[in-house]
């Protein structure tokens, strides 16, 4: 997915955000600042937004002598998240169909993104939780992923952020953790999930967790060392969070399920769906597409 000019403002917002969490001196926010807004001036916008970002928090990081502004964001998260655990996962089993609400509590944790919604309060996240299993996604979806997940062997699962991490180990639970390994950063960029995440949410005690290789808020191929390529080519189903991944992976050549929640208007108007949707996304090389004749690949109903 290319940079748009709508996402401009919205790197220079973020990287400000970032700044101000990387460094409290005024005149190392200036500096950082003054060379933030030269990048974005001479910005490729054929490059995905994720591979953007990626430059400008390492130059952030590089000039503020902070390797993670969010890490105590990311701490508060996960303790957040690990709290509701154990409240979320009765109301999950005692769903109608528990397979259903755990997509629904796994793509409702996306709200908790600080790259799109730096605002974000704890009572937006509480309440988001309490609606979440009743949040309207494409039934016909759910069950795609249900079969497709059913029939695996092995399923690449590709996080996004803290604290929504653990809302992924509740659909791994039932996804089937022994067939399951799940991705996560190489190194800190935003509040994007890392391995030390993953071991907060317990995931490592329960599922095979390797990291993707990048410091990117995406999941970018051409930085991923070749062991990460060769299972994400090999995973009989991929399922990739939020939407820094589905900005870098929607255009890859083979099939990836993506969970989202629609936070951005550029990715609405990609997605063809209001901002605040819940989303499920399948997406498929055109080829596949064609010899399905057209068949349904729209993530809502």
């Given amino acids: ?72 964001i990311k701490n508060r998260h996960n303790r ?71 029939n695996a062997q092995l399923i690449l699962y590709v996080a996004d952020n803290a604290g929504e991490i653990v809302l992924d180990r509740l659909l791994i639970e039932v996804l089937g953790p022994a067939k399951t390994t799940l991705v996560v950063k190489s190194k800190p960029i935003l509040n994007d999930a890392t391995y030390e995440d993953a071991v907060s949410a317990g995931l490592t005690e329960i599922v095979s967790v390797i990291e993707n290789g990048s410091d990117a808020p995406g999941t970018s191929l051409d930085d991923a060392p070749r062991s990460f390529r060769r299972i994400f080519n090999d995973a009989d189903v991929v399922i990739a969070k939020g939407q820094g991944n589905y900005e870098t992976l929607n255009d ?8 989202l929640w629609v936070k951005c208007p550029v990715l609405a108007a990609d997605l063809d769906c209001p901002v605040g949707t819940a989303v499920v996304h399948y997406s498929r090389p055109p080829a596949q597409i064609a010899a399905a004749n057209g068949g349904d690949v729209c993530h809502v109903e």
């Fill in 1 to 72: 997915m290319k940079t748009t000019l709508s996402c401009l403002p919205c790197f220079v917002r973020q990287s400000w955000e970032t700044v101000r969490l990387a460094t409290g001196i005024a005149a190392k926010q200036e500096k950082i600042m003054r060379r933030v807004l030269r990048m974005v001036g001479e910005m490729d916008l054929r490059l995905p937004p994720p591979l953007m970002a990626q430059r400008i928090h390492r130059v952030i990081r590089e000039e503020s002598g902070c390797d993670d502004p969010y890490r105590s």
């Fill in 80 to 150: 957040q998240m690990l709290r509701l655990y154990p409240q979320l996962r009765q109301q999950m089993e005692q769903a109608e169909d528990p397979f259903a609400a755990a997509v629904r509590l796994a793509i409702t944790g996306n709200i908790i993104d600080m790259g799109a919604t730096p605002d974000l309060q704890d009572d937006q996240v509480f309440r988001a939780m309490e609606q979440a299993t009743s949040a309207i996604i494409s039934t016909k979806m759910i069950e795609t992923i249900r079969q497709a997940a059913d």
């Fill in 252 to 259: 890859v050549s083979r099939p990836v399920f993506f969970l």
